[in-house]
């Protein structure tokens, strides 16, 4: 499976915009790139996803780079309650709705 | 809401003594899953069921089973619970098998084992 590198942690202050890095150099033209992201003892939830153009839905928007070997996932105004692990993933076509999740980023968001 | 459900939330056991999990979902998804998610570490697929198609990581431990008697219920089975099990466990829930197909997690049941 083509692999994805994030930040450990990020910080950020209520109210502005983070940017989440997420880069996936040995990704393959079929494979979509998926977040979700896990607050404090819940179970993940999606968060968004994209293929080659950028995404945006009512929680974040997803910039995808244009040799799609990076992309970065937009939260405008970070709210405490965005205050998560953020795991980006790639789904490849042979392999289903198998996710496969890395380490992500472990956002704090301070008030 | 439509949702995914686990009950119970914490459940304890001792070393060896077989336990089940338990999960339900009110979206009517075809596909079911069932994931170990250690102590600050992310979740790992342990398998899930198409239908009543069940599909086993090539890595998952043979301690480790599961059922689904019907569309809104799957059962994790461990045989011989170790304290290396102790986890939380998380179900999951997609429409179909497909590359975009969003899943639906519960909230987790959280294992200890004694």
């Known amino acids: 499976d083509a692999k994805t590198t994030q930040p450990n942690s990020m910080e950020s202050n209520e109210e502005e915009p983070v940017h989440l890095p997420c880069n996936h150099s040995?990704?393959?033209?079929?494979?979509?790139i998926h977040w979700y992201r896990q607050l404090p003892s819940q179970g993940p939830e999606y968060v968004i996803h994209g293929l080659t153009s950028n995404v945006n839905n009512r929680m974040a928007s997803l910039a995808i780079a244009e040799d799609r070997k990076s992309s970065t996932l937009i939260l405008h105004r970070a709210t405490l309650r965005d205050a998560a692990v953020y795991y980006c993933?790639?789904?490849?076509?042979?392999?289903?709705?198998?996710?496969?999740f890395g380490e992500g980023t472990q956002l704090t968001v301070n008030p | 809401d439509a949702m995914v459900i686990q009950n119970p939330r914490y459940q304890v056991t001792q070393f060896g003594k077989p336990v089940t999990l338990s999960c339900s979902q009110t979206?009517?998804?075809?596909?079911m899953y069932w994931y170990q998610q250690k102590s600050s570490q992310a979740p790992k697929l342990l398998f899930h069921y198409y239908d009543k198609d069940f599909n086993n990581e090539a890595d998952t431990p043979d301690n480790f089973q599961s059922r689904r008697p019907n569309t809104s219920f799957c059962f994790l089975d461990i045989r011989s619970p170790g304290l290396g099990d102790a986890a939380m466990y998380l179900c999951a829930t997609s429409r179909w098998w497909g590359q975009t197909d969003t899943q639906y997690f519960g909230p987790g049941t959280r294992l200890t084992v004694l």
């Open positions: 993933i790639l789904s490849m076509e042979t392999s289903g709705s198998r996710l496969t």
């Open positions: 040995t990704i393959s033209g079929t494979d979509y």
């Open positions: 979206l009517n998804h075809n596909v």
